[in-house]
C-alpha cells in the first residue's frame, strides 16, 4: 500500500507539474548540475572568475603542455602524500587528455607541491611563489595555497602548491587540499557557493571532485574552447561544448565516469 502510494504521489508530481524541479528530475532523470544552463553558469563561474583577485576582463586560462610534478615533503609520511598525489593526478589526466608525470629535476618541473609545517608555511611561499605579503590575504584565510603564472596567450606555464599537513589535518582538510588544489591549477581557479556540488564549493562537503566538476574539467579542455577567450566568447562558443559532452554522453553518465582512476575509489570511499 505503501509503494502504491508513493508510486502515485511520483505519478501526480509529474503529471500536474507543481515544482519545476520535479519536473526535470521526474521527466527527464536528470539532477540540476546536469542541466546544460547550470553547467555553462558554472563554468563561467569557476573559469573566469578569481577568488582573491578581481579581474575587470577575466579570459580563459589552460595548460597546453605536458605537466611535469615536482613533489618535496619535509612533514609527515612523504611516501603516503606521493602516492595521494599521484593517483590524483593521474585522475585528472585520464579526464582532460593532459599529460601528467612526476619529475626529480626543480628545473624540468612546471608545478612544484610542497608539503610542509604551518610555521614554514611564510619561508615556502618565499621560496616558490614570492613575497607572502602579495597574497597576504590568501594566506591568512586559506588552509592551503596554490598559485599559478600564465603567459601573454594565457597559457598556464607555472604552479606551486603548498600545503600545511599539520594544520590541513587538523582542520580535516588533507585530502580536499591535494585534491581541490591541483584541479584548480589547470585552470579553474575560483570558488563559488553557487556551484553544486563540487570541491570549489567552500561550504560543500565534497572532498573528491563531483560529477559536475567531472565536466567543468571536460569542458575547461574541450577543443571548442581556447585560452583567451574571454565571457561572451566562451558563452558564444559553449553550445558546441555542450553538444560534445551530450554526443559522448559525458553528461548522462558522469557520476559513474568521474569515479574512474579516482582517488575515492582508490581509496575504497
Known amino acids: 500500500m505503501r509503494t502504491s502510494l508513493r508510486n502515485l504521489k511520483t505519478t501526480i508530481r509529474c503529471s500536474v507539474g507543481l515544482f519545476g524541479l520535479f519536473i526535470a528530475s521526474c521527466s527527464f532523470g536528470q539532477e540540476h548540475w546536469q542541466q546544460d544552463d547550470y553547467i555553462q553558469e558554472s563554468f563561467i563561474k569557476i573559469a573566469l572568475e578569481r577568488e582573491y583577485k578581481e579581474t575587470q576582463h577575466p579570459k580563459l586560462i589552460r595548460w597546453n603542455k605536458p605537466i611535469k610534478l615536482f613533489f618535496e615533503s619535509d ?42 609545517s604551518y610555521d614554514n608555511m611564510e619561508n615556502k611561499v618565499r621560496q616558490y611563489i614570492g613575497d607572502p605579503e602579495r597574497i597576504r590575504k590568501a594566506l591568512d584565510e586559506a588552509i592551503c595555497l596554490g598559485n599559478f603564472s600564465r603567459n601573454g596567450q594565457y597559457e598556464i606555464t607555472k604552479g606551486s602548491i603548498i600545503i600545511p599537513v599539520d594544520y590541513a589535518r587538523r582542520k580535516a582538510r588533507f585530502l580536499d587540499c591535494i585534491v581541490e588544489e591541483i584541479t584548480q591549477l589547470l585552470g579553474l581557479p575560483n570558488d563559488s557557493n553557487d556551484v553544486f556540488p563540487s570541491v570549489f564549493n567552500d561550504v560543500s562537503i565534497d572532498t573528491y571532485i563531483s560529477p559536475l566538476d567531472y565536466l567543468l574539467l571536460k569542458a575547461l579542455y574541450s577543443p571548442h574552447l581556447k585560452p583567451g577567450m574571454d565571457v561572451k566568447q566562451t558563452k558564444a562558443a559553449f553550445p558546441k561544448v555542450l553538444a560534445e559532452l551530450h554526443a559522448n ?16 575509489t582508490y581509496l575504497g570511499d
Do not use: C
Open 75 to 116: 612533514q609527515g609520511d612523504a611516501s603516503l602524500q606521493k602516492e595521494l598525489l599521484s593517483v590524483h593526478a593521474q585522475h585528472l589526466a585520464h579526464i582532460t587528455g593532459l599529460t601528467i608525470d612526476f619529475t626529480t629535476s626543480p628545473e624540468q618541473a612546471n608545478i612544484f607541491v610542497i608539503f610542509t
Open 249 to 264: 554522453k559525458d553528461i548522462e553518465n558522469a557520476a559513474q565516469r568521474v569515479q574512474k582512476n579516482s582517488l575515492k
